[in-house]
């Protein structure tokens, strides 16, 4: 039976179909087109798909159209999403608030790294449809201000990627608090171990949609291995850097992630910087300019980078090569998304070449290797290399409400800790503020 070709003949809501042709979505990627008539039907469903294949929508448009009509009670969402990082919920609930919004319906996220209170207060307000990461929900579980018995409908999103970090028991604990008898969708690039045994536990006779392989061989993606000498790459490197268009660097370390972005900016690269020791606020700050072209060039660590779901990323550089398989799909998954072409580059020194061999072998992918150097036809072939200018990149001050968030807070430096027991002098009426017609 052929998929649907339109959303229109999935029988969503009207509003809905209205809030997706405003914002140009009309034709559904093939994991939205192979799910969403089971997950419409209220059946569980697991779907394989790597990331970037839409997977958003096939889940969302399932728990929004599921959600219409009915009101939410404080602090009891609706319906759940689950995903592995803060970055990922930010942007999943950045994506369902507009259709969320044509429902008359809430969405909103509750992640670390955010005001506990006014998550809170959201969450007393009423929501619909929750998205949030399995910690900073356990806490608020925790302390009574969410309550998931009303929970009929739960998506779980990057499952593997949820496993890999030490989030199953978690998940777990928060599934076994949902209505057992409510639906469950769960998508994952892989559908093995651990993942399986959450799929066992929690679904029932679940439909199973697999779109794409567990491998990085998507035919919109080229891989390369650049042999390169330890003296040449840091200005293989910077040519590299100083391309035109959107480019993801990935290195081991957090400190090396903060040294690279400081090189290239120095050269004349826009490039920022982002791992888990930098702030949430930081961390939104980087990916919000990277997304809306600010920065074109992005450093950053594996873990980071999990959240990292950013289109029009054309070329991802391993500068230092991945630790394992998962860890290079993990990171070539940047790129190539929805459909789009994209280009996968691997750093590889003399001495890495048999373990850079392996790995790609398990990854499934057959990369095509170049010996370069800085200049080389081939690498500017390849990526689009260029030299960089060389005038150094001013680091831009943060928006004043950053730099007030950044400061120490009471009881949480010395310089109040001793004024914490003293009686506050009464405060000064305010003056009336002139009303403003």
């Known amino acids: 039976m052929p998929h649907p070709s339109s959303f229109a003949e999935f029988g969503l809501p009207a509003p809905l179909l209205r809030a997706l042709a405003d914002a140009g979505i009309t034709t559904p990627f093939p994991i939205q087109a192979a799910t969403l008539p089971d ?30 009509g009915g009101r939410p009670r404080p602090l ?3 319906a759940l999403v689950l995903v592995p990082t803060r970055e990922l919920a930010l942007q999943v609930t950045e994506a369902l608030t507009p259709l969320a919004k044509s429902l ?12 506990f209170h006014r998550q809170v207060d959201g969450l007393r307000r009423g929501v619909d449809l929750l998205i949030a990461t399995p910690g900073r929900l356990s806490d608020h579980v925790r302390q009574g201000t969410c309550v998931l018995s009303d929970v009929r409908h739960t998506a779980i999103d990057e499952a593997d990627q949820m496993a890999d970090m030490g989030f199953l028991p ?3 604990a928060i599934l076994d608090l949902t209505d057992r008898t409510g639906q469950r969708m769960l998508f994952s690039a892989t559908l093995d171990g651990d993942v399986d045994a959450l799929v066992r536990r929690y679904l029932t006779d679940p439909v199973t949609h697999s779109v794409a392989p567990a491998t990085a061989s998507v035919s919109t993606m080229d891989h390369h291995v650049l042999l390169v000498s330890r003296e040449d790459k840091p200005a293989v490197v910077a040519e590299v850097a100083a391309r035109d268009g959107r480019t993801i660097m990935f290195v081991r370390t957090q400190r090396q992630v903060d040294r690279l972005a400081k090189t290239l900016r120095a050269l004349g690269v826009r490039a920022g910087a982002l791992h ?22 992005l450093v950053a660590t594996d873990v980071a980078a999990r959240g990292i779901h950013v289109d029009g990323v054309s070329l991802v550089v391993h500068v230092d090569p991945p630790a394992d398989s998962k860890d290079y799909l993990h990171r070539a998954g940047r790129t190539a998304r929805a459909g789009e072409s994209g280009t996968v580059v691997t750093m590889v020194t003399h001495d890495q070449q048999r373990t850079v061999l392996r790995l790609t072998e398990r990854a499934g992918v057959r990369p095509t290797r170049t010996k370069v150097r800085p200049g080389h036809v081939e690498l500017v072939r390849i990526t689009g290399a260029r030299p960089p200018t060389g005038e150094p990149v001013i680091e831009r001050e943060p928006p004043a409400q950053t730099r007030r968030a950044l400061r120490p807070r009471p009881g949480r430096d010395s310089r109040f800790a001793a004024n914490r027991g003293r009686a506050r002098a009464p405060r000064r009426p305010a003056r009336a503020q002139s009303r403003v017609a």
């Open 39 to 68: 997950a419409l039907a209220g059946r569980d469903v697991l779907g394989r798909a790597q990331t970037g294949s839409g997977k958003t929508l096939a889940f969302g448009l399932a728990l929004l159209s599921a959600l219409d």
């Open 76 to 78: 009891r969402p609706r």
């Open 104 to 115: 008359g319906l809430w969405c909103r996220a509750v992640v670390g790294g955010m005001p």
């Open 170 to 172: 978690q998940v777990r």
């Open 276 to 297: 888990g020791g930098k702030t949430q606020g930081a961390r939104n700050r980087v990916l919000g300019e990277f997304r809306d072209g600010g920065i074109p060039v």
